[in-house]
């Protein structure tokens, strides 16, 4: 559960993932298995929530004019 909760504030609030990565990595070494596919599973969907704002960083940067989805074009 507390994995869960880990994983939703990291998801809302990317500025913390590098606050919360170590707590995920930390929960790795658990005795209980669950917890440590858990945390596997967590730190998995804040990678891909990492990798998904930089590539929309990225291509802001390089593409600016183009609207994002739901902007309506000024064409």
Same mark, same amino acid.
């Given at each position: 559960?507390?994995?869960? !909760?880990? *994983? *939703?504030?990291?998801?809302?609030?990317?500025?913390?993932?590098?606050?919360?990565?170590? !707590?995920?990595?930390?929960?790795?070494?658990?005795?209980? %298995?669950? !917890?440590?596919?858990? %945390?596997?599973?967590?730190?998995?969907?804040?990678?891909?929530?990492?990798? *998904? *704002?930089?590539?929309?960083?990225? %291509?802001?940067?390089?593409?600016?004019?183009?609207?994002?989805?739901?902007?309506? %074009?000024?064409?």
């Amino acid at each position: 559960m507390a994995v869960r !909760v880990i *994983e *939703e504030i990291g998801l809302k609030a990317m500025e913390n993932c590098s606050i919360l990565i170590p !707590v995920l990595l930390g929960l790795l070494r658990d005795n209980d %298995s669950v !917890v440590a596919r858990e %945390s596997i599973v967590s730190g998995t969907h804040l990678y891909c929530g990492v990798l *998904e *704002e930089m590539a929309l960083q990225v %291509s802001f940067c390089l593409y600016p004019t183009i609207p994002l989805l739901g902007e309506k %074009s000024e064409v």
